[in-house]
């Protein structure tokens, strides 16, 4: 149905030529799902891109896409009109900046299908319902009439999905398409796309970082490296017995659900033989855990509750009450690990944001190294901010764009008085630099200039910056490829090592909490569902709310 050859991309920019894909060749066949993985950088969107048409105006494109033995790089913008989201369907990677916010859900899915087949508005309309339906859309009559904003990210992506089947395409390509996701509804998008192959009999590209996630659904795989193809295979074959060593760095990568390693290995790792397969032992950690809860907790959450007040009278007449975070209560010790787990909406973020004083609790108390800081004055909150830092999930946006990112590290150190003049701090941010795996020529650079790895560390570095006692981890991670988030996460347990720091660890992926956390809380509808040994919850969940979160985890054939 699509076959790939000796295709290369490059982009022209400045007289200077960067070759992004290096002659890779694949096939699709009819009612097949082709699962192409590998990191951010290796080519696999870019790929996608080149198939629709879609490359901007600088690119190069030499070889050749054969798309039912018609050839796709010279097609006019005109002819490739028919064949997008008619005969070829995407679902990006991010539904809210995919959707057009000012439209009705309804209206957007609406349109594709005016302009592709000769069908009456209300003929549409109707065949727009059946689509949310098909996709398990609840109320699919309401949701036609929503924005984008009114319903939540996995309805999002379901919506997405409407659009892409609309016109019944006979190849869909899924770019990262469960990415920023909860586990369950991940689980629930990848049970969908399945079932619609099934019925509609279309075949499927499926593009992610996630190797085990990918082969939970795909019937053979191509693994990218740096543009190119450096093995692909039956997926069950290839995920048994991987030959190559970067597709045993990406299987290896994220955290194992049996044993707990001392350090995750890395691709660097793999490609350079180096790996230490030392394990955290039950032993080690029995007597670390003996150690720090010995002592007084750093911090005590009593019976904290966070409501807001939601003004639905536009849509309903009255006002509702959302009790974001309700009746949560624990302790958390000085050089612990607590993770926080439960799907998006359960209370994790807010909670996260109560304890830092940016969001005002409406009951409870917390107590910090034995003060209650529910009530603090503006000194009192100055000084709290610069012992409890956060770690924001996205970096790019947490950074100004116009300052060197040396910069921003030093800006909070000079309104908190750390150091006494301008080249103590910049030697200082040398150091820390250093620390996050980062070198002295990046502190004069900007952020568009790094990676979302290196971001990441920058992100890092300014939250440690302060000498902070307690860092709460926002999903810090939950959008990095897996090799670069097994590099932040083993960067995070060095850092705790050495300056004795404490986590809150707040994240939707189950097998990174598990990797990091002393002690576990899961949450749900803004209570606590479960609390304890990270290790027992996982081996011995007592409430079903939390089974359902273990077994959505994508584990793949190799077991993990």
């Known amino acids: 149905m699509l076959k790939v050859q000796d295709l290369v991309i490059s982009f022209k920019s400045n007289n200077k030529i960067t070759t992004v894909v290096d002659h890779i060749s694949f096939e699709l066949k009819e009612q097949q799902i082709l699962g192409i993985v590998g990191e951010s950088g290796s080519g696999k969107s870019v790929t996608s891109l080149a198939i629709l048409g879609l490359l901007s105006k600088n690119a190069q494109v030499e070889g050749s896409i054969l798309f039912n033995k018609s050839e796709l790089t010279n097609l006019s913008e005109k002819a490739f009109?028919?064949?997008?989201?008619?005969?070829?369907?995407?679902?990006?990677?991010?539904?809210?900046s995919s959707l057009n916010p000012s439209l009705t859900c309804g209206f957007q899915v609406l349109e594709i299908l005016l302009q592709h087949k000769n069908i009456s508005k209300s003929a549409a309309k109707n065949e727009v319902i059946n689509l949310f339906n098909k996709v398990k859309l609840p109320r699919a009559e309401v949701i036609f009439n929503q924005y984008p904003?009114?319903?939540?990210g996995g309805q999002k992506q379901r919506v997405m999905i409407a659009m892409a089947i609309a016109c019944k395409p006979q190849i869909l390509i899924a770019d990262e398409p469960t990415t920023a996701l909860d586990v369950t509804v991940q689980k629930e998008i990848?049970?969908?796309?399945?079932?619609?192959?099934?019925?509609?009999?279309?075949?499927?590209?499926?593009?992610?970082?996630?190797l085990a996630l990918v082969s939970e659904i795909a019937d053979t795989v191509v693994v990218m490296y740096q543009g190119k193809i450096v093995e692909q295979g039956n997926a069950k074959?290839?995920?048994?017995?991987?030959?190559?060593?970067?597709?045993?760095?990406?299987?290896?990568?994220?955290?194992?659900?049996?044993?707990?390693?001392k350090k995750l290995p890395t691709v660097k790792d793999f490609i350079d033989q180096t790996i230490d397969n030392k394990v955290y032992t039950t032993e080690e950690r029995t007597d670390f855990h003996q150690k720090i809860y010995s002592k007084k907790p750093l911090l005590e959450v009593n019976n904290l509750a966070t409501y807001f007040n939601s003004d639905n009278s536009f849509f309903f007449g009255k006002k509702s009450e959302v009790k974001?975070?309700?009746?949560?209560?624990?302790?958390?010790f000085e050089g612990e690990t607590l993770g926080l787990v439960g799907e998006s909406g359960?209370?994790?973020?807010?909670?996260?944001?109560?304890?830092?004083?940016?969001?005002?609790?409406?009951?409870?108390?917390?107590f910090y190294r034995k003060k209650d800081i529910t009530n603090l004055s503006k000194s009192e909150l100055k000084s709290f901010r610069k012992e409890v830092q956060i770690i924001?999930?996205?970096?790019?946006?947490?950074?100004?764009?116009?300052?060197?990112?040396?910069?921003?590290?030093?800006?909070?150190?000079?309104?908190?008085?750390?150091?006494?003049?301008?080249?103590?701090?910049?030697?200082?941010?040398?150091?820390?630099?250093?620390?996050?795996?980062?070198?002295?020529?990046?502190?004069?650079?900007?952020?568009?200039e790094f990676s979302g790895g290196q971001r990441q560390r920058i992100g890092i570095a300014r939250t440690i910056a302060l000498k902070p006692k307690l860092i709460i981890c926002d999903e810090s991670v939950s959008a990095l490829?897996?090799?670069?988030?097994?590099?932040?996460?083993?960067?995070?347990?060095?850092?705790?090592?050495?300056?004795?720091?404490?986590?809150?660890?707040?994240?939707?992926?189950?097998?990174?909490?598990?990797?990091?956390a002393d002690q576990l809380v899961v949450m749900n509808k803004g209570k606590i569902e479960e609390i304890g040994d990270a290790d027992a919850i996982y081996a011995n969940p007592n409430k079903d709310y939390t089974k359902k979160l273990i077994d959505a985890i994508p584990k793949g054939i190799v077991g993990n």
Do not use: W
């Open 190 to 210: 990848i049970e969908l796309l399945k079932e619609l192959q099934q019925e509609t009999k279309m075949s499927i590209i499926f593009i992610t970082h996630d």
């Open 392 to 448: 924001f999930q996205d970096p790019f946006s947490s950074l100004n764009p116009r300052i060197p990112v040396g910069e921003a590290i030093m800006e909070p150190m000079k309104v908190h008085g750390i150091l006494a003049s301008a080249e103590e701090r910049k030697q200082y941010v040398f150091d820390i630099l250093n620390c996050v795996g980062l070198t002295k020529e990046h502190f004069y650079r900007y952020p568009h």
């Open 149 to 152: 904003h009114q319903i939540s």
């Open 81 to 96: 009109q028919k064949i997008r989201g008619n005969q070829i369907s995407m679902i990006f990677q991010e539904p809210m």
């Open 324 to 332: 974001a975070v309700d009746n949560v209560s624990f302790q958390l």
């Open 346 to 366: 359960c209370g994790k973020t807010t909670l996260g944001r109560t304890i830092l004083h940016l969001e005002k609790a409406t009951k409870g108390t917390i």
């Open 481 to 516: 490829d897996v090799s670069v988030q097994a590099q932040v996460l083993n960067l995070l347990n060095q850092l705790k090592k050495d300056f004795g720091f404490t986590y809150i660890f707040i994240s939707h992926d189950l097998a990174v909490v598990k990797y990091m």
């Open 237 to 261: 074959q290839l995920f048994i017995s991987p030959k190559n060593n970067y597709t045993k760095a990406l299987i290896n990568s994220k955290p194992s659900l049996t044993q707990r390693l």
